[in-house]
């Protein structure tokens, strides 16, 4: 079963921010935080991970919470195209390791 | 970044037939790759696991003389559905791990079995 919590769905202007919360209140201490999102009818897309550390990179930021119990992806500036379903996994990030997907947050940015 | 790459991305056969899905790793070697299966309006389910050199690890409920694995080189693992029916027809997809990096996805084939 999924380690997360994610609202089944959001709504989101577009050019405005949108923060995706996720909940993993039994996370341990070797795994991290990853997130990935799926377009209709294509495989996941890796947007970014983090251990304990808040993380950014081109696409979005992640904000975990001190104690590691939920976090937070942020779009800056979403877009049409980032209309999309958004997961949260835990996994432990060793180089043999599956991601077991929740049910994710459905995102629609909408104009 | 890595990329995964998956053929074909989509397919029609006949009840009964057998397909045969690639995943390729091009930039990168990859000892353990993974494949999934999505229904529509579902979530991703790990079928299998498909290590290089040796056999296949299937989830609970996977049948393994349907579903067969072929992890033959550090670039290529193959999924056949054989004698497949319609209850076959989903959305497959691959991933696999240049190292320590992230899981990256192939872009899915979707199969129809008429």
């Known amino acids: 079963d999924a380690k997360t919590t994610q609202p089944t769905s959001m709504d989101c202007a577009e050019g405005r921010a949108a923060n995706l919360p996720c909940n993993h209140s039994?996370?341990?201490?070797?795994?991290?935080v990853y997130w990935y999102r799926q377009i209709h009818s294509q495989g996941p897309q890796y947007i970014i991970h983090?251990?304990?550390n808040n993380e950014t990179n081109e696409m979005a930021s992640l904000i975990i919470t001190e104690d590691r119990k939920s976090s937070t992806l942020i779009l800056p500036h979403a877009t049409l195209r980032d209309t999309a379903v958004y997961y949260c996994?835990?996994?432990?990030?060793?180089?043999?390791?599956?991601?077991?997907f929740g049910k994710g947050t459905k995102l629609s940015v909408k104009p | 970044g890595a990329v995964v790459s998956q053929h074909p991305s989509w397919v029609i056969c006949k009840s009964g037939t057998s397909v045969k899905i690639e995943c390729r790793s091009l930039?990168?070697?990859?000892?353990?790759m993974f494949w999934y299966r999505q229904f529509p309006k579902q979530s991703l389910m790990l079928m299998a696991t498909?290590?290089?050199?040796?056999?296949?690890?299937?989830e609970q409920g996977v049948e393994k003389d349907k579903f067969l694995i072929n992890h033959a080189s550090l670039t290529l693992s193959t999924l056949t559905v054989t004698s497949a029916h319609p209850e076959d027809s989903s959305f497959y997809i691959c991933?696999?791990?240049?190292?320590?990096?992230?899981?990256?996805f192939g872009n899915g084939t979707r199969l129809t079995v008429t």
């Open positions: 930039d990168f070697q990859a000892t353990t």
């Open positions: 039994t996370i341990s201490g070797n795994e991290y």
């Open positions: 991933s696999a791990r240049d190292r320590s990096s992230p899981l990256h």
């Open positions: 983090g251990l304990k």
């Open positions: 498909s290590n290089e050199g040796s056999k296949a690890t299937y």
């Open positions: 996994i835990v996994g432990d990030g060793g180089s043999q390791g599956n991601l077991i």
